[in-house]
């Protein structure tokens, strides 16, 4: 078990009828951003709902923040909040009446729930907007509505199920930023679900990766995205000047675009790149260390390539029992 842990889970199984959402799963979390990725029907859902003892497991067992998920969920639901997947939203009510009475049914008395559910709309970013009915919201502000009944409780932890699903880029952005300050400014530890593996670059301290119920990977997120032996150099033009200069002098080059990939042999090479730069008398924009990315630990070992585009990448779904036809009907 790691120190400070808030859940652990030990052999975790979920068998639905046709199906084994989760599988033996043995994982613990530690206080900060944690996010669980995984491709659609990874299990990412079941797992939540079981941490929030709302489903009961098949096998193995559970514990988050000390209490036990089958025997303590009432006291679970207490301290933790949760912002579930799909729209759950009523209509007809507005934002405010709405987050005044989720936190009325986690026990604060009137009073109390309306600063609160005003203090919690504010940090989300819902304004005047929070008078309004709901039915008439963007999906952006209807994720906001969820993000703020997770929280109007002052939780220890959150669990957030997708929160980002449906959202435009800028949207996304948003809701990362919130997501990030719930972290660091209120002090409340997150677990965030995404199938998107780079979304959660930004924001995580640690990321667990499942895959057909199973763990494929847990690290820091320092681990997955390590420093790599390369600069990146940008220069608005003469790119292939720089690049021919710089292979005369030894280094190892390749050109995309308008940026230069450089090993980086040596610290002789930033020198070397320097001074180029300067006889060539160019533009330079950028020079910075390569990182690697979340998605780069997975390309090459995944069972299906990670397609390469600016949007953040989707975790390859590899064949996996999951993947095979279920009773949708019956999810929650
Ligand atoms: N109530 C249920 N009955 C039968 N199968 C289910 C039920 N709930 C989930 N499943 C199946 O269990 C597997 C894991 O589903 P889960 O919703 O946990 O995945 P997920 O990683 O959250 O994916 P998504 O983001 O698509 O919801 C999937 O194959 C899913 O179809």
């Not at 900060?32 to 079981?50: F, Q």
């Not at 969920?73 to 949760?82: F, L, S």
């Not at 005003?118 to 919201?137: K, M, S």
């Given at each position: 078990?790691?120190?400070?842990?808030?859940?652990?889970?030990?052999?975790?199984?979920?068998?639905y009828?046709r199906?084994?959402?989760?599988?033996?799963?043995?994982?613990?979390?530690?206080?900060?951003?944690?996010?669980?990725?995984?491709?659609?029907?990874?299990?990412?859902?079941?797992?939540i709902?079981?941490l929030?003892?709302?489903?009961?497991?098949?096998?193995?067992?559970?514990?988050?923040?000390g209490?036990?998920?089958v025997t303590?969920?009432p006291?679970?639901?207490?301290?933790?909040?949760?912002?579930?997947?799909?729209?759950?939203?009523?209509?007809?009510?507005?934002?405010?009446?709405?987050?005044?009475?989720?936190?009325?049914?986690?026990?604060?008395?009137?009073?109390?729930?309306?600063?609160r559910?005003a203090?919690?709309?504010?940090?989300?970013?819902?304004y005047?907007?929070?008078?309004?009915?709901?039915?008439?919201?963007?999906?952006?502000m209807?994720?906001?509505?969820?993000?703020?009944?997770?929280?109007?409780?002052?939780?220890?932890?959150?669990?957030?199920?997708?929160p980002?699903?449906?959202?435009?880029?800028q949207?996304?952005?948003?809701?990362?930023?919130?997501?990030?300050?719930?972290?660091?400014?209120?002090g409340?530890?997150?677990?965030?679900t995404?199938?998107?593996?780079?979304?959660?670059?930004?924001?995580c301290?640690h990321?667990?990766?499942?895959?057909?119920?199973?763990?494929?990977?847990s690290?820091?997120?320092?681990?997955?995205?390590?420093?790599?032996?390369?600069?990146?150099?940008?220069?608005?033009?003469?790119?292939?000047?720089l690049?021919?200069?710089?292979?005369?002098?030894?280094?190892?080059?390749?050109?995309?675009?308008?940026?230069l990939?450089?090993?980086?042999?040596?610290?002789?090479?930033y020198?070397?790149?320097?001074?180029?730069v300067?006889?060539?008398?160019?533009?330079?924009?950028?020079?910075?260390?390569?990182?690697?990315?979340?998605?780069?630990?997975?390309?090459g070992?995944?069972?299906?390539?990670?397609p390469?585009?600016?949007?953040?990448?989707?975790?390859?779904?590899?064949?996996?029992?999951?993947?095979?036809?279920?009773?949708?009907?019956?999810?929650?």
């Amino acid at each position: 078990m790691r120190s400070s842990t808030i859940i652990t889970t030990d052999e975790l199984s979920k068998r639905y009828p046709r199906v084994t959402a989760l599988d033996r799963l043995t994982v613990d979390i530690g206080p900060g951003v944690t996010g669980l990725v995984g491709a659609n029907g990874a299990g990412k859902s079941t797992l939540i709902k079981i941490l929030l003892g709302l489903l009961v497991p098949s096998g193995g067992r559970a514990e988050v923040l000390g209490m036990d998920v089958v025997t303590r969920g009432p006291d679970i639901r207490k301290v933790v909040g949760y912002m579930p997947e799909h729209d759950c939203l009523p209509p007809d009510v507005s934002a405010t009446e709405f987050v005044v009475h989720m936190a009325q049914m986690s026990g604060l008395p009137r009073t109390a729930a309306r600063e609160r559910a005003a203090d919690t709309l504010r940090h989300v970013g819902l304004y005047e907007e929070r008078y309004r009915p709901i039915g008439g919201y963007s999906t952006g502000m209807k994720q906001r509505v969820k993000l703020a009944q997770a929280l109007v409780h002052d939780p220890r932890l959150v669990f957030l199920d997708e929160p980002t699903n449906g959202l435009d880029p800028q949207g996304r952005d948003e809701m990362l930023d919130l997501i990030r300050r719930i972290g660091t400014e209120f002090g409340i530890s997150v677990l965030v679900t995404s199938h998107l593996l780079g979304e959660l670059e930004r924001v995580c301290d640690h990321v667990i990766v499942i895959d057909g119920g199973r763990l494929l990977r847990s690290s820091a997120l320092s681990e997955f995205t390590q420093a790599t032996q390369n600069v990146s150099v940008e220069v608005e033009e003469g790119q292939q000047a720089l690049a021919d200069r710089l292979m005369d002098a030894g280094e190892t080059v390749t050109v995309h675009g308008r940026r230069l990939t450089v090993l980086v042999r040596s610290p002789q090479t930033y020198d070397t790149i320097r001074d180029a730069v300067c006889d060539l008398d160019l533009h330079l924009i950028r020079l910075e260390q390569n990182r690697q990315r979340i998605e780069d630990v997975f390309r090459g070992s995944a069972a299906e390539p990670v397609p390469s585009h600016s949007e953040p990448a989707a975790v390859p779904a590899a064949p996996s029992p999951s993947s095979s036809p279920t009773t949708e009907q019956a999810r929650g």
